[in-house]
């Protein structure tokens, strides 16, 4: 595996990382959940070089960072570079995943306490604000985390889903390593300012949902192929009617794989890497064949020509979420 860091001064990981909500939380609830099948998912992706492990406390809620730590056990948290979030508060269910910011300084110093209990460590190596809370300044909010920084128990901060201006009053209080946000071929809100400003300041971009929440891999060509009790039939872009005009995204992706000899999921992930030095994709998955497709991506070399192609890709229809 490639690898890259997070940012001019952070780690260095895999160029592709391992989203691990999927195997707890949003996607196919329907069908149960094998923890002993996505522990081994883990173990394989650091054998790959996938190093680079996301979770959140909200994700479950807490069941996931209780699974990311026990596959961690056994000398495999110092091969790790684990990343969590603290800020969101679950609502809902787990099929219908919805949860509120909470960014209150006292709620994120009692938590980063929980998420060490449950991830089996004395400290993440990046702790994330998963959402600024209108309610509260995000100094504040940033001043909590600055704070674990200072105990030792966090490395570094991270932010989700923040403008240019969020992100310098975030740097105002202590420097922020990197910025998680949706980034893929059918999400590219973040590239006119957010991206810039990331590549600017040496800041990692970690973009979740790197493969449009598995639209572009092609799996998907009708509403009635989504899992019961997926959280993705509740999305604007999986209606059918939206479905029908987006698939020639996913249309144009296959293509360009297969002249390259590679899969779409790789196609799509390459393209992002593409994006910058310190652009790292958290695909997610439960299953090593989707494991190593991802990984592969690392190897998958776009040319001008393939990126011009990708880039010229029409906005999908239907909104982000709802």
Known sequence: ??????GSKGPEVGVVGLGCMGMSYG????????EDASVAVIHQALDLGVTFLDTADVYGPYTNEELVGRALVGGRRERAVLATKVGMVHQGTAGSPRSTPNGDPDHIRRSIDDSLRRLGTDHVDLYYLHRVDPEVPIEESVGALAQAVEAGKARAIGLS?????QIRRAQSVHPVTAVQSELSLWTRDWMEEVLPYCKEQDIAFVPYSPLGKGFLTGRFTSYDDLPKDDFRRDLARFQQDALDQNLAI????????????????????????AQGEYVI????????KYLLDNAGAADVELTAADLAELDA???PTGGRYF
């Open 1 to 6: 595996m490639r690898t890259t860091t997070l």
């Open 27 to 34: 996607y196919d609830m329907s069908s149960g959940r094998d």
């Open 161 to 165: 889903e923040v403008s240019v201006e």
């Open 250 to 273: 996913a249309d144009t992706v296959k293509q360009i794989a297969g002249r390259l000899g590679a899969t779409p999921a790789q196609v799509a992930l390459a393209w992002v890497i």
């Open 281 to 288: 994709p958290i695909p997610g998955t439960k299953t090593p």
């Open 313 to 315: 890709l029409p906005v």
